[in-house]
C-alpha cells in the first residue's frame, strides 16, 4: 500500500480550489469515492424540486400539498439516523457501500410510480439511505482530513453535491423532450449511483474508526451502543444542545426555500425548464467555487466568525429572492442565496463533527442531519398553511426565514475548532 503515501494532486480542481496542505493519495482516493456519491445525490434529491410543476400535473398534486410532500420525504431522516448511528458500531466503510446501493435501486423505483403514494413511498426510501450516505460522507472526510483542511474538506464536498444539482438542471432542460418526462430523470440519476457502488469496493475504512474499534473489541455491539448514547449525553450536553440548535433553526428557516426556489421561478417569474438550466448552470459553478473557498477561509478565519457571516448572508439574500424583484437582479440573488445555503450547510455540518470525539461522530453526523431535516419538515408543512393565507409562496417563505438568528445566536455557544487536532477538540 506504499502508493497511499504518495503526495495527491486533486488534478481536476482549479488551482485555486485544491486543499491548503499537502494530502495523500490515500486521502484523494477516499475524497472521490466518498464526493462521487454526493454528486449523485446532489443530483437525485434536487430532481422534484426542479421537476415539481411537472411531477405536480402529473400526479394530480394540489399547490397546498407541495411542500408537504416533501415533508414527508423528511421523515425519512428518522430511519437514516439509526442507519447512520450503526457505523459507529460496524465501520463507516461496510454503512457506506449499503447505502449507496440502496439509494441506487430506490431512485430507479421513484422513475416506476404509478400513483402519489408509490411516489411518496419510493422517495422516502430513496431519502434513507440519501440522507445516511450525506451524515456519513461528511464523518470520513472529517476523519481523514488534516486539521488544517478540514473547512476545505466540508466546502468542497457541498460543492460536490452543488455539482450534482447543476447537473440535474441541465438535464431538467430537456424535461419536455426526454422519454417519459420527469421520469427518465429518475432513470438517469440511479445508472451512476450503481457505478460508484461497485466503486465503492476500494474504499477504506477511516484510520480513526480503525484504532478505536480496536479498542472495543472486547464488548458487545450493544453494550457499546448503550454506552456511545449514555457518555455522548453526559460528557457534551451544551456542545450538543447548541448544535442541535444552530441546524435546527437553520433547517426550518431555509429548507422551504431552497427546495421550492425552482417552482418559484417557473409559476411565478414564467421561467421555462431552459431557463432554468440557463439560470443554474453558470450561477451553480460560480456558487460552487464561493463554497469552496469559504471553507478554506474558515480553515483560516476560524469557523464560527465564517459560519455567522455565510448563514446571515444566506438569510438575507434568500428573502430578497422572495421579495418580488425581477430582471437581472433575480438571477444574482438566486446565485447569493443558494451560495449562503450551501456554503452554511456545510460549515455546520463540518462543525458538528469536529467537538465530539470519533465513538460519537457518526451519531451526533445523524442527530444533526435528522434534526435540521426534519425541522425543515415542518416548515415545508406549514408553508402550505401560509401559502393558503398569502395566496403566494414569496411570502410565506420570508416568514420562515425569521427563525435563522436563533442559528447565530446558538453557535456563539460552540468552541473554534478550526486549525485544531479532532483530539485536542475533546481532550
Not at 403566494?392 to 485544531?420: C, K, N, S, Y
Request: contains cysteine; charged residues 15%; aromatic residues 12%.
Amino acid at each position: 500500500m506504499s502508493g497511499d503515501g504518495a503526495p495527491a494532486r486533486f488534478a481536476w480542481l482549479p488551482p485555486g480550489l485544491r486543499p491548503p496542505v499537502a494530502m495523500t493519495w490515500r486521502q484523494e482516493r477516499v475524497f472521490l469515492l466518498v464526493g462521487a456519491a454526493a454528486l449523485f445525490a446532489g443530483y437525485d434529491l434536487n430532481i422534484y424540486g426542479l421537476a415539481i410543476p411537472q411531477i405536480q400535473a402529473s400526479l394530480h398534486i394540489p399547490e397546498d400539498q407541495v411542500g408537504l410532500t416533501v415533508s414527508y420525504f423528511r421523515l425519512a431522516a428518522l430511519v437514516a439516523l439509526l442507519l447512520c448511528a450503526s457505523a459507529d458500531l460496524i465501520g463507516r466503510r461496510r454503512l457506506l457501500l449499503v447505502t449507496v446501493l440502496g439509494q441506487a435501486l430506490a431512485t430507479l423505483a421513484t422513475a416506476f410510480a404509478d400513483n402519489y403514494a408509490q411516489f411518496v413511498w419510493a422517495q422516502f426510501c430513496t431519502r434513507v439511505f440519501g440522507y445516511a450516505e450525506e451524515m456519513l460522507c461528511f464523518v470520513v472526510i472529517a476523519e481523514e482530513v488534516a486539521a488544517a483542511a478540514r473547512g476545505w474538506g466540508s466546502g468542497a464536498l457541498s460543492g460536490m453535491y452543488y455539482t450534482g444539482a447543476g447537473l440535474a438542471s441541465l438535464i431538467f432542460a430537456a424535461v419536455n423532450l426526454l422519454p417519459y418526462g420527469w421520469r427518465a430523470l429518475y432513470v438517469i440519476g440511479a445508472i451512476p449511483l450503481f457505478l460508484v457502488a461497485y466503486l465503492r469496493r476500494r474504499l477504506p475504512e477511516t484510520e480513526r474508526f480503525v484504532a478505536r474499534e480496536d479498542l472495543d473489541k472486547t464488548r458487545s455491539r450493544f453494550a457499546v451502543a448503550i454506552a456511545l448514547l449514555r457518555d455522548l449525553a453526559r460528557q457534551y450536553p451544551g456542545r450538543l444542545a447548541a448544535i442541535l440548535i444552530a441546524v435546527g433553526a437553520f433547517g426550518f428557516g431555509a429548507s422551504s426555500a431552497s427546495v421550492l426556489s425552482a417552482k418559484y421561478l417557473q409559476t411565478a417569474h414564467g421561467f421555462t425548464p431552459g431557463q432554468i438550466t440557463l439560470l443554474f448552470i453558470p450561477g451553480g459553478l460560480i456558487g460552487l467555487a464561493l463554497t469552496i473557498l469559504t471553507g478554506r477561509l474558515s480553515d483560516r478565519l476560524g469557523r464560527k466568525p465564517v459560519t455567522l457571516a455565510v448563514v446571515a448572508f444566506a438569510g438575507a439574500a434568500f428573502a430578497l429572492f422572495y421579495s418580488g424583484v425581477g430582471g437581472p437582479a433575480l438571477a444574482l440573488l438566486w446565485i447569493l442565496s443558494f451560495f449562503g445555503f450551501f456554503a452554511g450547510d456545510a460549515l455546520l455540518a463540518g462543525f458538528a463533527l469536529e467537538i465530539v470525539p470519533t465513538q460519537y461522530r457518526a451519531t451526533v453526523s445523524g442527530l444533526r442531519y435528522l434534526v435540521e431535516i426534519l425541522m425543515g419538515a415542518v416548515a415545508l408543512a406549514l408553508e402550505g398553511l401560509l401559502y393558503n393565507h398569502f395566496q403566494d409562496h414569496g411570502p410565506a417563505i420570508q416568514l420562515l426565514l425569521a427563525a435563522l438568528p436563533l442559528t447565530l445566536v446558538a453557535i456563539f455557544f460552540l468552541p473554534e475548532p478550526a486549525g485544531r487536532k479532532l483530539e485536542e477538540m475533546t481532550a
